[in-house]
């Protein structure tokens, strides 16, 4: 039986005038998972908030701007004395306010209330905390410490046992974060740091996913930086790896599309509209694209050849999907990857987080996930270069894309896929190509070092059969 507490006794009015929304907005904005850097932020307005202990406050805060959108966002905050080296929010009263990140052992107070399974109403809504498995029995002890460099959330190490994910911006639904680690846990499938739970926010015009807490992988190692390591110096033992890699995917895939009975996973058959929807969007990429594309001798190979590639797609979306529409993980990389001495993990199910969460949970052919892993051990061969001043062997990348594709094809359920090896490059080859093309555009954008990248990988499915 859940734990019932009530709210903070503190009203929306009292807590803007102990919070300098000014101050909070100039933070905020500054902030890495603040997500539209280039809008000003013409208000803050503070939407609802929680009390978890006297010094923890939990904020649902709404940036306004000038053109009458908004964008909701989560802020973990708790009063304390000044700190070195400590970034603050603002001063309220004789303290100083600060996000959690800044002293993140504060987030052992939500480990608590999952545990607990508690809900604290307000008059406008109740934000719940839920266990997926057993309580966890810590000292309060052992280390806890965030993780640096993420871009749309904030994570904390708690034990070296559990990590705490708390999602930055919000979007009213269910997380697919959230909704992939439950259903795979319940599945049993072991490739996965297990959730151990989470907590939401339901109101009369809100209900929206605010974290999970799920099992941390101690001995895993970053696939990205495990294949920039091994490309020039153990290429054999990688390419090993990636075979394995292929036959974990496709048991992903059979693992989503395992229950028929659940309309949120049950497989589909895809719509032509699906595959139409698609197309216009790339598209549209391309007349954007292609007529911009500034003289660099890497981009020769696909210069002036929008209506090539145009052309190309129109052909292959002729003949269709085939197969089914399933859950799939959606922003599939080497860095959504662990390498530990049980085998590969995947991680991070919540899928392109500047998608919309609708779009995020959409059905989609496994070929999409597979598709994207392809592109990266393209962007891994020459990211070793780049980044490391070394060299992969001439055909790291085609021989990676063999292994992969073999144990993933053994290991699939069949019906999955389109029938027949024609239409399954086919399709294969219609995800790859949108891919490559969304890559040319964030390369042109934000690194055109790296532009030669998928102005190969264009070129090379322009010239596929």
Do not use: C
Not at 37 to 47: M, W
Not at 237 to 244: D, E, K, P, Q, V
């Amino acid at each position: 039986m859940s734990e019932q507490r009530p709210g903070s006794d503190i009203s929306p009015g009292k807590l803007g005038e102990l919070l300098d929304v000014e101050q909070l907005r100039e933070w905020l904005v500054a902030q890495r998972w603040y997500a539209s850097k280039s809008r000003a932020v013409s208000a803050i307005e503070l939407v609802e908030h929680v009390s978890l202990s006297d010094e923890l406050l939990l904020v649902l805060a709404q940036a306004r701007f000038a053109t009458g959108t908004h964008e909701l966002y989560q802020l973990l905050l708790f009063q304390g004395a000044e700190a070195p080296g400590a970034e603050p929010i603002m001063r309220v009263g004789d303290h100083v306010l600060y996000d959690v990140i800044a002293e993140p052992a504060r987030a052992l107070e939500l480990l608590r209330q999952i545990d607990a399974g508690a809900d604290f109403r307000t008059d406008s809504g109740t934000f719940s905390f839920r266990r997926a498995g057993n309580p966890v029995s810590l000292s309060m002890r052992g280390p806890v410490r965030a993780l640096a460099g993420e871009q749309s959330n904030s994570s904390i190490v708690i034990d070296e046992r559990l990590i705490l994910k708390l999602f930055r911006k919000l979007e009213s639904g269910i997380n697919p974060e959230l909704e992939m680690l439950r259903f795979l846990t319940h599945a049993r499938f072991p490739h996965i740091a297990r959730l151990h739970g989470w907590f939401e926010y339901e109101g009369s015009a809100l209900a929206a996913t605010l974290g999970v807490t799920q099992e941390f992988i101690r001995d895993g190692r970053d696939g990205w930086e495990l294949a920039l390591e091994e490309i020039p110096t153990e290429p054999e033992r990688l390419l090993g790896r990636l075979a394995s890699l292929g036959e974990v995917t496709a048991r992903m895939h059979n693992a989503l599309a395992s229950d028929p009975t659940d309309p949120a996973f049950s497989p589909e058959q895809p719509s032509a509209e699906s595959l139409a929807l698609l197309t216009a969007t790339v598209d549209e990429d391309i007349e954007r694209i292609f007529l911009r594309l500034p003289d660099d001798e890497r981009l020769e190979p696909i210069a002036g050849r929008g209506e090539d590639v145009r052309d190309r797609l129109s052909a292959r979306a002729q003949l269709g999907i085939g197969g089914r529409s399933i859950r799939i993980h959606g922003d599939y990389h080497l860095g959504q990857t662990l390498a530990t001495p049980r085998g590969w993990v995947i991680i991070d199910f919540e899928g392109e987080p500047a998608r919309p969460l609708p779009e995020r949970r959409a059905k989609r052919s496994p070929l999409r996930d597979v598709a994207g892993m392809l592109r990266s051990f393209a962007y891994a061969a020459s990211a070793v270069e780049i980044q490391r001043g070394q060299k992969a062997p001439p055909d790291f990348e085609r021989r990676a894309r063999e292994r992969f594709l073999e144990r993933y094809f053994a290991e699939v359920e069949p019906a999955l896929l389109p029938a027949g090896e024609g239409p399954i490059a086919n399709l294969l080859a219609i995800f790859e190509l949108e891919k490559a093309i969304y890559e040319l555009r964030y390369e042109l954008d934000n690194r055109p070092d790296w532009v030669g990248i998928p102005a190969a990988g264009i070129a090379r499915l322009l010239e596929a059969v």
